[in-house]
């Protein structure tokens, strides 16, 4: 059975940072894409950041970019989210996901990788993100 903890939300000031983590359980990590994905009230939940575990590619979507990292420790089986320069608008619940596959290329050459929350299979629990101004 695929389980995702989530831990490290939590509240900060503006310009602060926190850290995010979650370790899969249940599955072979190494044959899995991961990510974050947020959700802020009265918004649709969207992807942050995802990585293949594999090969260690990364994607990142344009808000958050040059601020949030995603890593893995693979020894662990967990990846982080380093979110730096936080913002009030980051203020959300953020998801841990995965989706099972082996990495591959699209049509134009570039890596595929999952982004919105329907290419994702499994989800962990939420951590709260708040920013204050």
């Known amino acids: 059975q695929v389980q995702l903890v989530e831990s490290g939300g939590g509240s900060v000031p503006a310009g602060g940072s926190l850290r995010l983590s979650c370790t899969a359980r249940?599955?072979?990590?190494?044959?899995?894409?991961m990510g974050w994905l947020r959700q802020a009230p009265g918004k649709e939940r969207e992807g942050v950041a995802s990585?293949?575990?594999?090969?260690?590619?990364?994607y990142y979507a344009d808000s958050v970019k040059g601020r949030f990292t995603i890593s893995q420790n693979s020894a662990k089986n967990t990846i982080y989210l380093q979110m730096n320069n936080l913002n009030p608008n980051d203020t959300a619940m953020y998801y841990c996901?995965?989706?099972?596959?082996?990495?591959?290329?699209?049509?134009?050459?570039?890596?595929?990788?999952?982004?919105?929350?329907?290419?994702?299979?499994?989800w962990g629990q939420g951590a709260q993100v708040t920013v204050s101004s």
């Open positions: 249940g599955y072979t990590y190494s044959n899995y894409y």
């Open positions: 996901a995965a989706k099972k596959g082996i990495g591959r290329r699209n049509w134009d050459g570039t890596w595929y990788m999952p982004i919105v929350p329907r290419d994702y299979d499994y």
């Open positions: 990585i293949y575990t594999g090969e260690s590619i990364t």
